[in-house]
Nanobody
Framework: VQLQASGGGLVQTGGSLRLSCAAS?????LEWHRQAPGKQREMVAR???????SYASSVKGRFTISRDRAKGTVYLQMNSLKPEDTGVYYC??????????WGQGTQVTVSS
């Protein structure tokens, strides 16, 4: 399985971006992680095969994860962006038997 992330960019505080992660095969769950400069990578949103979603407390109410099964793509809609949301965003997936996949990162920069 290959994961292709896209949609990052530069946006002002309060703006929005939508990230996409296209998966080339069957996955069980997918997560978006981010890594800010000088900080550890953290999970920000998860969607399971049953479409159960969960979020980090720092993004709850502002970010929405969703999937389009026909396109094999998971989205992360990010609204009300803050400078602390700046970082490299990665998609991560698990296969049906616990295989782990990472996509390449996409940079999100929120200017104040």
């Amino acid at each position: 399985v290959q994961l292709q992330a896209s949609g990052g960019g530069l946006v002002q505080t309060g703006g929005s971006l939508r990230l996409s992660c296209a998966a080339s095969g069957t996955i069980f769950l997918l997560e978006w992680h981010r890594q800010a400069p000088g900080k550890q990578r953290e999970m920000v949103a998860r969607i399971t095969d049953g479409d159960t979603t969960s979020y980090a407390s720092s993004v709850k109410g502002r970010f929405t994860i969703s999937r389009d099964r026909a396109k094999g793509t998971v989205y992360l809609q990010m609204n009300s962006l803050k400078p602390e949301d700046t970082g490299v965003y990665y998609c991560y997936a698990q296969g049906l038997y616990g295989q782990v996949y990472w996509g390449q990162g996409t940079q999100v920069t929120v200017s104040s």
